[in-house]
């Protein structure tokens, strides 16, 4: 049974700052990625940020520069430091991971949290 459960969304004012958190929980032998999509109405799941195994990091040409993902591997969290709010990052955003759960390494499993909902007033 894993979960994932995402944190610290919220309203901030543009130019503003928020830090998304993403706890994962149950048997997990290895996290193979874990990354952050946001979706708004009208629009489709978007990737915004991955973090591999091995802690590279890739983003969405629209956050670059701006939004940074890290992650605590101890604590099987992820973390979206997102600065310089702009309102078009208004979005509920979703955590993901690529999990082996079951002991096979040869192929991992997607999870999904519930999302958590970022507003960025103008």
């Known amino acids: 049974q894993v979960q994932l459960v995402e944190s610290g969304g919220g309203l901030v004012q543009a130019g503003g700052s928020l830090r998304l958190s993403c706890a994962a929980s149950?048997?997990?032998?290895?996290?193979?990625?874990m990354s952050w999509y946001r979706q708004a109405p009208g629009n489709q799941r978007d990737l915004v940020a991955t973090?591999?195994?091995?802690?590279?990091?890739n983003y969405a040409d629209s956050v670059k520069g701006r939004f940074t993902i890290s992650r605590d591997n101890a604590e099987n969290t992820v973390y979206l430091q997102m600065n310089s709010l702009k309102p078009e990052d208004t979005a509920i955003y979703y955590c993901?991971?690529?999990?082996?759960?079951?002991?096979?390494?040869?192929?991992?499993?997607?999870?999904w949290g519930q999302g958590t909902q970022v507003t960025v007033s103008s």
């Open positions: 993901n991971a690529d999990l082996i759960t079951t002991g096979d390494y040869r192929r991992g499993y997607d999870y």
């Open positions: 149950g048997i997990i032998f290895r996290i193979n990625a």
């Open positions: 973090i591999t195994r091995g802690g590279y990091t």
